[in-house]
């Protein structure tokens, strides 16, 4: 690596830039002098380090000898390291490597997972066959793997009659869009459903079909799911199993075969003049989440919603019921029945205590319905399920703040996964928690039956979560040194806040650090939390422009029950979640 990069100022002049070599922070030297002698950090040393600064209370001298020989390896190209243990630069290498990270460093389930499915947040998709916007990208069973290889558990798939009427498409119904067969999701499902978690995959189906064609999905299904494949009979359930006892199993979740409609042709519905909006518009993490509006526009609870233009909940009953006619091998494939509802939003979420089911809500539905009986359906979502997907009018496959449905107990909360923005860094920063494996135990204060949580109520700090940033390093090996700006190197800030309840909910900036690849910016925040159970610490990075578009330099979002106190490297992801190679903070989180 050059140790001086040249920008084009006009056609005969350069300006050059010495590059900057990341250098140990003035404190982590400070801590490498009181945990070393004579310069040199022993095991002994370190095993001292890592349990009274990162507060890793188990460590052994074992664990210490363990985490230099792992460093080594990382770093050998280096030829920084003492036979007898860590030099300065080895300690600061050590402390930016992937084996400190905020995260637990080996990912494990740890929480209880033998309760029943309702007192999950379930890792959920929308429209997951879709390989981008809703209405007339293409549908393919390559989403769907991708999902499940980031360890999605709830797929959806909209099932249709084909163009001839013979067989079963899947296809996002009214649109453009499409379709794709459905054997062909199916066995792509059975064949990746367990790659990223062997905790149970649900397929929440939106039937528009004939009894004919039911009873060859329910030939289909359960010749190409086989013994995987979870049944319960006609009977519905009392409660719902635990996801410990459906481990490797895929189950079915749909309403009871009621009304087939024939697809109406967008043209029918608004002459497909529904232009496709670009997300990039709003900049690569878009607006900034939003806990509620000020005001909600009044609207038809039954009515379709436009985009979302055949939703499984906007089905009135037709003369031509066809319950009665639906083959009972169909029926027996519902494992989790879902429910139509009936009227007002107090009748939504009655509780049978006789059996459990699943309603589903769009996002402006539930906004509607938290303001007046937050409290109702925190009760129901205590035994029976919620899923909460998007407005119709997010063609571009953009998402709204999961928060607002998992702080009523909300356990689907349903993301269009092909997209991006700060609502699906949420989304995958929830989903890191208990090792990744697309369930997340909900905080015990939703659970109890008497007092039910009031998600309005202003409540006492709980904790305070003191955040500092030190650095950066890693994006002149990952971008090209023109990408944030042709003229200089980029000039970065970082943002860190909270996304939580209402009262936790906070972001706050650094100060920009001028042409800099390695910025240092040494600062030190203070967030208190009311309920840290739900918070989720965010952070940003972006490369300041005197347009006012500054650029995007990465992300993560990281559930605060699992976040380790200490000095960690926190790695960067790009704007889909995806991970960069080499871009990193150095930070330090302590709990007081």
């Avoid at 119904?173 to 064949?191: A, D, F, Y």
């Avoid at 060859?216 to 494949?229: E, N, S």
């Avoid at 699992?562 to 330090?588: C, T």
Wanted: hydrophobic letters at 35%; proline letters at 5%; aromatic letters at 10%.
């Amino acid at each position: 690596m050059s140790s001086k990069q040249s920008y084009r100022v006009c056609c005969f002049f350069r300006r050059r830039f010495k590059l900057a070599v990341a250098e140990a922070p003035a404190e982590i030297k400070a801590l490498f002098d009181t945990y070393s002698d004579n310069g040199i950090m022993a095991a002994d040393h370190l095993q001292a380090f890592m349990m009274e600064v990162q507060g890793e209370d188990k460590v052994t001298k074992e664990d210490a000898e363990a985490v230099m020989e792992a460093t080594l390896r990382e770093h050998k190209h280096l030829k920084i390291f003492h036979r007898n243990g860590f030099d300065l630069e080895a300690f600061f290498r050590y402390l930016f490597s992937d084996i400190n990270s905020p995260l637990p460093s080996s990912p494990k389930v740890h929480q209880d997972m033998n309760a029943p499915l309702s007192q999950y947040f379930v890792y959920t998709g929308h429209n997951s066959y879709l390989t981008g916007n809703q209405l007339n990208s293409h549908s393919s069973d390559i989403p769907i793997i991708e999902a499940l290889h980031k360890g999605v558990r709830v797929i959806e798939l909209d099932m249709w009659p084909n163009s001839t009427k013979d067989d079963v498409d899947v296809v996002h119904g009214g649109t453009l869009t499409t379709p794709v067969e459905l054997i062909k999701c199916l066995r792509s499902i059975k064949e990746h459903a367990f790659v990223a978690s062997e905790y149970p995959v649900v397929l929440t189906l939106e039937d528009h079909l004939t009894p004919d064609l039911q009873a060859k999905v329910a030939k289909m299904v359960t010749t190409t799911l086989g013994d995987a494949l979870f049944s319960c009979g006609s009977e519905c359930l009392v409660e719902f199993p635990s996801p410990e006892s459906l481990k490797r199993k895929i189950i079915i979740s749909t309403k009871p075969p009621k009304d087939y409609l024939e697809s109406k042709s967008i043209t029918e519905k608004d002459n497909g003049t529904h232009k496709v909006k670009d997300s990039s518009d709003e900049g690569a993490w878009g607006k900034e989440v939003s806990n509620l509006k000020d005001k909600y526009e009044a609207f038809d609870e039954n009515a379709p919603d436009y985009g979302e233009l055949q939703d499984e909940e906007d089905f009135k009953d037709e003369d031509h019921n066809l319950q009665k006619d639906a083959p009972p091998e169909y029926k027996h494939l519902i494992a989790i029945q879902a429910r139509k509802r009936k009227g007002g939003i107090k009748e939504w979420f009655h509780v049978d205590p006789s059996k459990v089911t699943r309603i589903s809500l769009r996002e402006q539905q539930l906004e509607k319905a938290v303001r007046t009986n937050g409290t109702d359906i925190i009760r129901f979502t205590q035994r029976n399920l919620l899923r909460i997907f998007p407005k119709g009018t997010r063609y571009d496959s953009s998402n709204y703040n999961p928060l607002i449905g998992w702080r009523h107990g909300a356990q689907m909360v349903a993301f269009n996964m092909q997209g991006y923005g700060r609502p699906l860094w949420l989304m995958q920063g929830m989903f890191r928690a208990n090792g990744g494996c697309g369930y997340v135990k909900k905080p015990d204060f939703l659970l109890k039956a008497d007092p039910v949580f009031d998600p309005n109520q202003i409540l006492p700090v709980k904790k305070i979560l003191k955040v500092k940033v030190y650095m950066g390093e890693g994006w002149y090996l990952d971008f090209h040194h023109t990408h944030f700006d042709v003229y200089s190197p980029p000039d970065f800030y970082a943002k860190v806040g909270i996304a939580g309840v209402p009262a936790d909910s906070i972001m706050k900036s650094t100060k920009t650090i001028e042409d800099n690849w390695i910025p240092t910016w040494d600062e030190e925040f203070e967030y208190l939390l009311t309920v840290p159970e739900l918070a989720l610490l965010r952070i940003e990075v972006h490369e300041y422009d005197v347009t006012g578009k500054d650029d995007f330099g990465g992300q993560t979002c990281i559930p605060v029950s699992e976040l380790r106190k200490g000095i960690r490297a926190v790695p960067l992801h790009d704007n889909k979640g995806g991970r960069y190679k080499s871009v990193k903070l150095l930070m330090r989180f302590e709990f007081v």
